[in-house]
């Protein structure tokens, strides 16, 4: 009975990451590594489904693509950083775009890095777990 809820303590406290991108095996990679770390995950394939989980689902980290369908990444973290939920949502984008006014563009918006694809997936874990103890700290968590 007590393993039981030691279980339900340690799910309270997953964080929760929002992949973003029009690319399904990307998201499927990125879901099944990150669920193996513990995460809870949620997908979007678009900025403007993106979008709508970010507000509705508050994800503690946001992996977003730039190129994508109907609104692409730099226009939904734009949009997000105007909702009062979407202020204080971690972004990290995944881009193959690598261009100094993508990633300035990206950065203005306060994300928290800018990752070049193809990338290394224990990076990518590395600076999720830095960003998530980051934000603990700051909250007096």
């Not at 770390?37 to 979007?44: F, G, K, L, Q």
């Not at 979008?51 to 692409?72: H, Q, R, S, T």
């Not at 070049?116 to 909250?139: M, N, Q, W, Y």
């Amino acid at each position: 009975m007590f393993e039981f809820f030691g279980l339900m303590k340690s799910k309270a406290k997953r964080a929760k990451i929002l992949v973003v991108d029009d690319e399904p095996n990307i998201i499927q990679t990125l879901q099944d590594r990150l669920e193996m770390n513990d995460y809870t995950v949620i997908s979007a394939n678009n900025g403007k489904e993106g979008l709508d989980k970010a507000i509705n689902e508050k994800p503690d980290v946001v992996l977003l693509d730039v190129i994508m369908p109907i609104m692409d990444g730099h226009e939904m973290l734009e949009r997000l950083r105007k909702t009062e939920a979407g202020r204080s949502i971690a972004v990290i984008m995944l881009s193959a775009r690598s261009q100094t006014d993508d990633i300035a563009r990206a950065s203005a918006c306060g994300i928290e890095d800018y990752i070049i694809k193809p990338f290394d997936l224990s990076e990518l874990l590395a600076k999720i777990e830095t960003i998530l103890e980051h934000r603990k700290v700051g909250a007096g968590a």
